[in-house]
């Protein structure tokens, strides 16, 4: 592991604790499941806990001073049932390691019981190479999963869901389809999920599927592309290929809520019907 994962290692201990340890073996005697079709009481239980989410700006809650910039863990119980509370965590300018470095994750395990979830998506700013307080390499960004998010998480008898990298507004021209962004994580979770048994959201399949749906020009109506004087919190107009105003952030929970209505989780039931449309 690298020198910057290894500087994280004394907070990493500390959240484990006997979960560094958890093998198939410990998992069953802890009576964690090792997978989604392995949740206790499967599709047909209720959910009745709190879904929370570990995230990055994509997904982070705005205040009405930023109107309409909006992130997908903002919108997304409005795609499920009074049952379930989504309690959202998400911050701007977190990576996986720093989310975990600075106490973020810490918080949430603190609170999070048996019968919760936690949604962690993570990879655009690891891929920040220039930024030493986020940057993650990929193998480093897939140890965080394993350990800090999926196994700590199942040690204290809650379920995490791994979610891939939401797509940017990258698009090439010469295939006339939008560009996988940060392949590299996405295949890093993608592995991690598979390995450890864990729920996965593929966000950046069905996002990139989504806007390629839309194309380039409409696309612009998803992410927050603003005309100078469209709004008043953003006078000049902007044009970013990252984040989304509320349409877009709308959107992105739903296609969220409509792949976890197919985990076979206790969760699974709770997704309300216009998340399919």
Do not use: C
């Amino acid at each position: 592991m690298s020198p910057t994962a290894m500087a994280g290692g004394s907070r990493r201990r500390f959240l484990l604790g006997a979960a560094g340890a958890l093998g198939a073996g410990v998992a069953g005697a802890l009576g964690v499941p090792r997978s989604a079709s392995a949740a206790p009481g499967g599709r047909g239980a209720a959910a009745t806990g709190t879904v929370y989410i570990a995230s990055d700006s994509t997904a982070q809650t705005y205040s009405s001073g930023y109107y309409p910039q909006a992130g997908w863990g903002q919108k997304l119980s409005s795609y499920f049932t009074s049952n379930v509370t989504v309690t959202n965590r998400a911050i701007g300018g977190r990576s996986s390691r720093s989310f975990i470095e600075q106490g973020r994750l810490a918080a949430i395990h603190d609170v999070i019981k048996p019968g919760d979830y936690l949604f962690v998506q993570f990879g655009h700013n690891d891929a920040t190479v220039g930024n030493a307080e986020r940057y993650t390499p990929p193998a480093d960004y897939k140890e965080y999963l394993r350990n800090d998010y999926i196994r700590a998480t199942r040690a204290l008898g809650a379920t995490p869901v791994v979610v891939t990298p939401v797509s940017r507004r990258s698009f090439n021209a010469s295939t006339g389809k939008f560009n996988v962004s940060f392949p590299a994580y996405v295949d890093a979770a993608k592995a991690v999920a598979q390995e450890e048994g864990a729920a996965l959201v593929d966000l950046a399949a069905a996002s990139r599927a989504y806007l390629d749906g839309l194309g380039v020009e409409a696309s612009k109506a998803i992410f927050l592309w603003l005309s100078a004087g469209q709004y008043p919190n953003f006078p000049d107009g902007v044009q970013d290929n990252t984040h989304f105003q509320e349409r877009g952030a709308v959107e992105m929970a739903r296609l969220v809520s409509r792949s976890v209505a197919g985990l076979g989780l206790p969760l699974s039931g709770e997704v309300v019907p216009t998340a399919a449309g």
